[in-house]
């Protein structure tokens, strides 16, 4: 069964520094996608990143890149540059490529930035 | 293009009373998905749609919920009776299903916050 694990609950961050939010997976799968949201305050859920198991290269959308080490499980999140607008929780899911296309999420890390 | 819409954004019933949640998704999207968060848990995954057919109702937790896709294009979420641990937010989300599994980006709505007293 897949599991997505995400052990900052909360994280705080100065306004134009780098952020990294942690995400760790579990799955027996061999090609399955990985997904980062961000959700704020207003409640809806905003995609922003994705990344292919297969893909060689680490996945970037402008300031998000996605820090992906395959060996180890880990999909974490990097926001360049933060800004105010960036407070938000952040969800990191993921697909196993079975057919279902169920998306399995994690706890979510709430980031603030301060200016 | 307009995002996923879902109606009403929050509803507040009491014990055994009925609530029905519409999601519009993108327009074009075969796929549409039900999810919920309950209580500062987990998202976890209810159902999935390809047009009017479920092709994944494993996350359904009984038979107190009922969701169609009438015609291929909106859905309704019916929880009746709802029960207190029914309370959550309630997300629906769509996808076009033409590329492959994995690159079939999930488009979510803003999400029906339902309170169950």
């Known amino acids: 069964a897949q599991k997505i694990t995400q052990t900052q609950p909360g994280m705080f961050v100065q306004e134009k520094e780098a952020v990294t939010l942690d995400c760790t997976y579990d799955?027996?799968?061999?090609?399955?996608?990985l997904f980062w949201y961000k959700q704020p305050s207003s409640g809806e859920m905003i995609f922003l990143i994705y990344q292919g198991s297969y893909d060689e290269q680490n996945a970037t959308e402008g300031r998000y890149s996605l820090n992906f080490q395959k060996a180890r499980k880990s999909a974490n999140l990097v926001i360049s540059a933060s800004q105010l607008g960036d407070s938000a929780m952040y969800f990191c899911a993921m697909r196993e490529d079975t057919g279902r296309r169920a998306l399995t999420f994690g706890s979510g890390t709430r980031l603030q930035v301060q200016p | 293009e307009a995002g996923v819409t879902q109606f009403p954004s929050h509803s507040v019933i009491e014990k055994g009373q009925t609530v029905t949640l519409r999601c519009d998704p993108i327009?074009?999207?075969?796929?549409l998905y039900w999810y919920r968060r309950v209580m500062g848990k987990e998202i976890k995954f209810l159902l999935h749609?390809?047009?009017?057919?479920?092709?994944?109702e494993s996350g359904m937790p009984n038979n107190r919920f009922l969701a169609e896709r009438t015609g291929g294009t909106y859905s309704t979420l019916k929880v009746q009776p709802a029960e207190l641990e029914d309370s959550g937010v309630y997300f629906c989300?769509?996808?076009?299903?033409?590329?492959?599994?994995?690159?079939?980006?999930?488009?979510f709505g803003p999400g029906t916050r339902l309170t169950v007293l």
């Open positions: 989300a769509s996808s076009p299903g033409r590329l492959g599994a994995a690159t079939d980006t999930q488009y």
């Open positions: 749609f390809v047009k009017e057919s479920k092709q994944d």
């Open positions: 799955t027996s799968d061999q090609s399955y996608g």
């Open positions: 327009s074009g999207h075969d796929n």
